[in-house]
Structure formats: C-alpha cells, structure tokens
C-alpha cells in the first residue's frame, strides 16, 4: 500500500458520480482507481469523465483487484449488507453509504465481519467531517448559548415524481426514514453525546411508492428531558436545517447536511439577546474530508472519529423509528 488510499468505487450510482468521486479527486491522500459496474459500457464512461484508469463490468472484478485498497459502496440500501461483508472478506476497507444496512442485526454482522478481517469499516455520514460542526461543538461548549434545551432537523425534498428510483421501493430499503431522517438521528446523538430512550413517529405512507414513509415527524426522547424533533421527507419542499435550543441563545445551521460551494456562504448563526451573529468556516468539501479521514484511518492507524458501533447504534434508533411510524406507538429504545 502506498501513501495513497487507492479506492474502489462499487458502481455508477448518482452520488458517486456527483459528490463521492470528485470528493476523492479533491483529498489529499485518496484517489479513484477504479470503478465497477454491472454494464461495462456504462463504467467505462464513468471512468472516462474523471479519468479513473480502470473500469470493470462487475463488482467481483473490483473485489479482486489487488491494487485497490478500499471500496466505496453506494448501492441500493438492501445492498449494502451482502457487498460490505463480500468486500471485508476480499480484505477491502469499506466506506459505505448511510444508512448503513436495513436494520441493527445486519449491521452489527457488518462491523463483526470487519473486525473478525482486520479491515476499516465507516458508514458514510460525510457531513460530520465538514469543520462547521466542531465549530457548534465548540461554541455549546463554551456556553454561547447557555444550557441546550433542545434540537430540530429537518431534511425534506421532493422527487415524489420519479417513481421508478430506488428511495420508492420497500425491497430495496426506501422511504424517507432511511434516506433522510438518519441525518437529524445521528446529528442529534452526536450534539448530545448519548443515546435515546424512546421514540414517537408519524408517517405519511404512498401506495403510488410502493408503500414507502414519503414524510415522517419524529420525537426522540433522551435524558434530562432533552429531546430532538425532526421531519424527514422525499414529497415535500427542500429544507436541510439543524437548529440547537439554549437557555441564553439558539443556533442555527441553514445547510446543516449540505456543503456550502461559496466562500461567503454563512453556516452558522448564533441568536443570542445581542442580534444575531454569522460564522463562515469557508468552502469546505466533506466529500474529501471524508475520504482523507479514510485514508488517515487505513494508512496511520488514526482512529475515524466515529466508530462502527455507533452505526450499530443509529441503526437501532432508525429500526425503532420506522416501527413507531407503522404502529403509531411510542418505542422504548435497547440501550448499548
């Protein structure tokens, strides 16, 4: 192994194509060298336009590539679990796209596998790597806006009109829950620092989508009578917002899971009783800071600052979530 992690991407999947991959051409110690899919043809163009050097017309061809190091995974959801383990065994690192499997079970087998081969397991919350949330730690931390009281996320969006994609389809791991409510969850347990103890949701549940959550609402109970509501949504307008409640101030993030393409872009905003204040961290690229948190995990030794337990973890939040939103019932979450 050089002194760069030498990915393999499994698949022409949208997000490789617009964010993981030029995310891994902007790292520091990361590079794109080869890329996999079922259709040959559609893999060579892929590696055409980034100038990956090798494609392949199957994912075991990737696995058996002795010159890739770490394989990044953005198939369908149902598909994480059997390709993450095939590429541990492979003894492949794994990145692999949230969420990280269908449910705790299958995820605790992921990361059993990983430590069983000696391999780097992550689940690919990219937007936890992006400086403006260790800015928000630091400033709770200093009591910028005194004692939390509570959080609110929302990620909405609305592709309600493409039936055919794989969010719409329960066999493949759709619905809102899982594509996008799994970012408020894990941004609330990681302001917190613990894990619920119970769940509330609601669902809105489409027979034109296969059934699917196309919106939920949430409440997530934890200690000290905190708390985080949250809405998640794929027929709804856009909104990517995260917003911290303290007894002297609130902050708020405008782009809490996104990245901001421009210098001048605020993402932070403290409201406290003396106006409002902006903080602008820069453009930051997640995509790439991900990666290289990859590669300094692979090549050094240094621990990713979030362990493959707390996939487990959010997976059982998500799992206690979606029954919530089925029954209509109130679920007490198994703590670790």
């Known amino acids: ?25 902007k790292s520091e110690r990361c590079e794109a060298a080869a890329i996999a899919s079922r259709d040959k043809k559609k893999a060579a163009e892929v590696a055409e336009q980034f100038d990956i050097p090798t494609a392949y017309g199957s994912y075991e ?14 198939l369908p959801n149902h598909l994480h679990k059997p390709w993450s383990i095939k590429a541990i065994k492979a003894g492949k690192h794994v990145l692999c796209e949230k969420p990280a499997a269908l ?3 299958d995820v605790r087998q992921m990361v059993d596998a990983a430590r069983e081969h000696k391999v780097v397991f992550a689940e690919a919350f990219m937007y936890r790597y992006h400086p403006k949330h260790a800015r928000v730690r630091e400033l709770i931390d200093r009591g910028e806006i005194g004692e939390i009281r509570g959080i609110h996320g929302s990620f909405t969006f609305n592709n309600a009109a493409d ?44 027979e034109d989508h296969d ?8 409440l997530l109970e934890f200690d000290n009578g905190l708390g985080l509501t949250f809405e998640c949504g794929m027929w709804t307008y856009s ?23 421009m210098e001048d872009q605020a993402q932070i905003l403290i409201h406290t009783a003396k106006g409002t204040r902006e903080e602008k961290l820069g453009a ?14 692979v090549l050094d030794g240094v621990p990713l600052p979030f362990s493959p337990e707390d996939s487990i973890y959010n997976m059982r939040v998500i799992d206690a979530c979606r029954e919530s939103a089925r029954t209509s019932t109130r679920i007490v979450i198994g703590q670790p």
């Open 1 to 25: 192994m050089g002194n760069k992690l030498r990915f393999g991407i499994m698949s022409t999947a949208k997000i490789a194509r617009n964010s993981m991959i030029p995310g891994i051409l």
């Open 211 to 218: 059934g699917v959550d196309m919106m939920a609402h949430g």
């Open 284 to 297: 930051h690229n997640h995509f790439a800071l991900q990666a290289d948190a990859m590669a300094a995990a």
């Open 163 to 206: 039936k055919n994609n794989v969010r719409y389809s329960r066999e493949m791991g759709g619905g809102s829950i899982y594509d996008v409510g799994c970012y408020p969850i894990s941004a609330a347990r990681m302001i917190y620092g613990m894990e619920p103890k119970a769940i509330t949701a609601q669902a809105s549940f489409s």
């Open 239 to 261: 909104r990517c917002c995260l917003e911290i409640s303290g007894t002297e101030g609130r902050i708020e993030l405008p782009s809490a899971f996104g990245w901001e393409r």
């Open 61 to 74: 061809e990737l696995l058996d590539d002795p010159e890739i190091d770490a394989i990044y995974i953005p």
């Open 103 to 105: 449910n705790e079970v």
